[in-house]
């Protein structure tokens, strides 16, 4: 007989009830998540954290208390181990890289697609890395430690990325500035199709997971 697979265990941390509410009854619908805890502030969060044991942390920043970015370090600070996923609507430039500093696995903005936070969540209980893309461009000019260039010269990536061809560079460029397909379709005068099919071979080529990786591979290798 096949054992079960066991669920992913997460805690809430937000101060409007709304809110998780609408996440619990989100996640009761799956199978692979289950909601331990939540907390309405920071310093909750810190004691939940350490009591219920969560694989992942949803961390709102704005808490009434301390910042979800304070309650993070404190969490990291005694389980560098944990997952922390900051999901919030601010996109303030230095709390994305003061988030990342701290040690958070993701940061996803609130209006994220369901289903979509619920495979972030996956992949972030699975040791992953995720950004939104929109928040990717906010990165270029403060990205310091978080998102390192090798100042590398155009030549010299193209060197390394040689199967790039020029139209794919063109649209990495778009990716980096946080454009969608529709929107590299109508800067490039091409169809949204063929737009999709360039992102593919980016993907591949530069041997990376999503959009999202590839934008800040161009940042960290000095594309951009």
């Known amino acids: ?25 989100l996640f009761e619908d799956g199978e692979d998540i289950e909601v331990i805890a939540e907390a309405e502030n920071g310093k909750d969060a810190v004691e939940k954290a350490r009591l219920y044991k969560p694989d992942v942390i949803l961390m709102d920043i704005g ?18 181990e944990q997952k922390i996923i900051i999901l919030t609507s601010h996109q303030d430039e230095a709390e994305i890289n003061e ?7 993701a940061y996803a903005l ?9 495979t972030v969540i996956k992949t972030v209980k699975d040791g992953a890395i995720w950004l939104d893309s929109r928040i990717v461009p906010k990165l270029r000019s403060r990205s310091g430690n978080i998102i390192p260039k090798k100042h590398v010269t155009r030549s010299e990536f193209r060197a390394k990325h040689a199967n790039l061809t020029e139209r794919e560079y063109q649209v990495l460029k778009l990716l980096v500035n946080g454009s969608s397909n529709s929107d590299i379709a109508t800067q490039l005068c091409i169809s949204e199709h063929t737009a999709k099919a360039h992102v593919c071979n980016i993907i591949q080529k530069l041997v990376v997971d999503d959009r999202t990786q590839a934008a800040v591979k161009a940042i960290r290798e000095g594309l951009v």
């Open 110 to 118: 609130k209006d994220i697609n369901t289903e979509y936070l619920i």
């Open 63 to 80: 808490l009434p208390d301390i910042s979800g970015i304070e309650a993070a370090k404190r969490i990291l600070e005694e389980n560098s």
């Open 99 to 105: 988030a990342l500093c701290v040690g958070v696995n």
């Open 1 to 25: 007989m096949c054992s079960q697979k066991s669920k992913i265990k997460i805690m809430m941390v937000e101060d409007h009830k709304l809110v998780r509410v609408g996440l619990r009854a």
